[in-house]
């Protein structure tokens, strides 16, 4: 057995590496950027080290100084978790050739099926079914365009050696073909070091369907059943579940067959996924074959009850599979969501930024229900690594139950700090095609996102004025009150006034703001914890609180009752922001200052007149005009990348180039000033 490891990784993966690790008795060293010098991860492991800057090429894709580190330390192997190096065939070989275990497949199985237009050609050697295309060598503009026209129109444009979403763009003419394939090229060069591109014909509102395959390096290969990862924004996964329930039987095996056969091309050892698109009218193309632990492993671990991670590193260690295929049995159904840091109101851009509260309430939720994250409270999430602030997943007996279960779980979870997609993922599990499985597909978040916008806008006013009226007092509530033997006892929030009062009673007023729209609120204290509160047109009650707060793993509770009806209201408050969960649904509330009004990202343009500002804290990596430049309406202008990803800055109206307030390499702020035009 493995008994010492470097993990060449961060964040929520590295905490998961290291848990598995560490019952198998096994050292964990880790590395960390200048920007994740306190981060979990290193909390987490036995010894870790500096690896470089925060950007990740000067650090966790160092492939030198990884191995230098791994020599140095005489760590026995080294486990690239997800992402990064994960399926980077040369570092894969670079631990072959120092005599360091690669927790993986060989660089040439990594080679073979990393790279795109080689994985094609070999399924279709052997007889797995795949996309049409264009996946030769010549790369010229011209031969590209000439193929698409070929293959036909929409088609996708793919980095040859790319991966998790990113270097992709769909092209439904050929008007958008020249501007998408030097997108397409940008992206994979900063991502993957290579701009080499496939064309592939667009499959429109498919399923995708991946398959868990497992091997040894005694020939031994097994599935682990599939995982339905249909629902997808801006080409990444955010809901997986598994199994995927629509597929008959016989379909299934086919898949599971059809795996099967692309793993034995290549000879493969560890742990893998094949994955596919299935077309609308059910037939099958091999899309990729991504030659590592895959983000959503967890769900796999959840029907089957195993530990990838162990069969990982058992098999890196020489051993056998520890079941074969009769003995892996399938149990139940399990779903994850993605919980990201992202504005969905903006195409879901990632949105970087202090996390000031991250609060998960698992007092009322079983055992099946899992999250794994690499942060904590008061962690950063960094413009320099992925958005993703955890993993949500939970088991049930059938989809149905798993799904109550997953609605339940996601309402016992607060954030805040930065804008994320918890909302969203609520109005998705509201959603109610999300009931039969059959109905989605890749493109059902686009096609449905004004149904997607209106599900959770969708409550009453009165309803809505209850939620305001209860933000009102949790606001009130828990700034005028002090903490006794771990229960916050409220003083009277209207008795601190100094002057005297004759035949009147207290009253507060307050602007609130829910959705980008905003409200006004009076409460008038009347007696006995019971209050007037008035919420505009819409809300007008006398509500009875209880005289406490009650606090459960930061999680605030507080009574209320309109007379026949009584709730407890959960809640977070993070200074101005108020975070509630009311019947089952979250809401987040901003209380605004009369003296100082709050104006909402969602009202803000990214287009102030002429003047063109950043989108997202990023780096500037191309600035495509200069002074003078007379520009047309929907022209290129500038060139961000953050978060592995890149955002293209486009004109709005014809003008001319009057000022650009910035240079090729800056690190620029959102809403910093980039250009002006006349």
Request: glycine share 6%.
């Amino acid at each position: 057995m493995i008994k010492s490891l470097l993990i060449a990784n961060r964040g929520e993966i590295c905490c998961r590496i290291i848990k598995s690790a560490k019952l198998l008795g096994i050292k964990c060293l880790g590395v960390y950027s200048e920007q994740d010098r306190n981060s979990l991860h290193v909390k987490e492991c036995d010894e870790s080290f500096l690896i470089g800057p925060s950007p990740a090429q000067q650090s966790y894709l160092c492939q030198d100084k990884l191995i230098s580190l791994a020599t140095e330390n005489h760590v026995d192997a080294i486990h690239p978790g997800y992402g990064f190096l994960s399926e980077n065939f040369s570092f894969s070989e670079k631990c072959e050739k120092n005599g360091i275990i690669f927790v993986g497949p060989t660089h040439k199985a990594i080679h073979d099926m990393g790279v795109k237009s080689i994985s094609k050609r070999l399924m279709q050697k052997v007889g797995v079914p795949i996309i049409p295309g264009y996946f030769g060598e010549n790369q010229s503009d011209s031969i590209l365009l000439q193929e698409a026209k070929t293959i036909g129109f929409p088609v996708l444009l793919k980095a040859d050696y790319g991966g998790g979403g990113k270097g992709i763009r769909i092209c439904m003419s050929e008007q958008e073909f020249q501007s998408n394939l030097d997108s397409v090229r940008n992206e994979a060069q900063k991502a993957f070091g290579n701009e080499k591109i496939m064309v592939e014909k667009f499959i429109q509102e498919p399923k995708h369907i991946e398959i868990q395959v497992f091997g040894d390096n005694f020939g031994n290969l097994v599935t682990l059943f599939e995982r339905d990862c249909s629902i997808q924004r801006r080409h990444q996964k955010i809901l997986e579940e598994s199994p995927a329930s629509f597929l008959p039987p016989d379909k299934r095996n086919q898949l599971y067959e059809y795996a099967l056969q692309a793993a034995r091309a290549v000879n493969y050892c560890g742990a893998g996924t094949v994955e596919f698109m299935i077309d609308k009218s059910g037939k099958f193309y091999f899309m990729e074959m991504n030659t590592r632990l895959q983000v959503e492993h967890g769900i796999t671990e959840m029907i089957t009850g195993l530990d990838l991670v162990e069969w990982q590193l058992r098999v890196a260690s020489g051993q056998k599979l520890p079941l074969s295929q009769s003995q892996i049995k399938s149990d139940g159904h399990a779903i994850e969501l993605r919980i990201c840091a992202e504005d969905p109101d903006q195409d879901f851009m990632p949105s970087p930024g202090p996390l000031n509260r991250f609060v998960f309430d698992r007092d009322e939720l079983d055992k099946n229900v899992r999250m794994d994250s690499g942060v904590v409270q008061g962690d950063e999430i960094s413009i320099y690594y992925d958005s993703m602030i955890a993993k949500l997943m939970v088991w049930g007996i059938n989809r149905p139950v798993a799904l109550l279960k997953l609605k339940k779980a996601l309402n016992s979870l607060y954030i805040s700090g930065v804008k994320n997609n918890i909302a969203f993922l609520n109005s998705l599990l509201a959603h109610p095609h999300i009931n039969y499985e059959q109905k989605l597909n890749t493109d059902f978040i686009k096609l449905e996102s004004r149904v997607l916008k209106q599900t959770l806008g969708s409550i009453s006013k009165e309803g809505l004025g209850e939620i305001l009226a209860q933000a009102s007092m949790a606001h009130i509530l828990s700034n005028d009150s002090s903490v006794i033997n771990g229960k916050e006892h409220r003083c009277d929030p209207f008795s601190t006034y100094k002057w005297f009062r004759l035949n009147t009673n207290y009253k507060k007023d307050m602007n609130l703001q829910h959705s980008g729209s905003e409200y006004k609120v009076r409460i008038t204290f009347l007696k006995d914890n019971t209050y007037l509160i008035k919420v505009g047109d819409i809300f007008d009650k006398v509500i009875k609180v209880d005289d406490q707060i009650l606090y459960t793993k930061s999680v605030s509770e507080l009574n209320w009752s309109d007379g026949p009806n009584n709730q407890l209201i959960k809640f977070i408050k993070d200074d101005d922001i108020v975070i509630l969960n009311s019947k089952g649904i979250q809401h987040e509330i901003r209380i605004l200052q009369t003296d100082d009004r709050f104006v909402s990202d969602k009202n803000e343009s990214n287009i102030r007149g002429l003047n063109y500002v950043a989108p997202i804290t990023g780096t500037i990596d191309k600035i495509l005009v200069k002074v003078g430049d007379t520009i047309k309406s929907n022209q290129p202008l500038i060139i961000i990348l953050a978060m592995k990803m890149e955002y293209i800055i486009r004109s709005s109206n014809e003008g001319t180039i009057s000022k650009i307030d910035c240079k090729q390499g800056d690190l620029v702020q959102k809403n910093k000033l980039l250009i002006c035009l006349n």
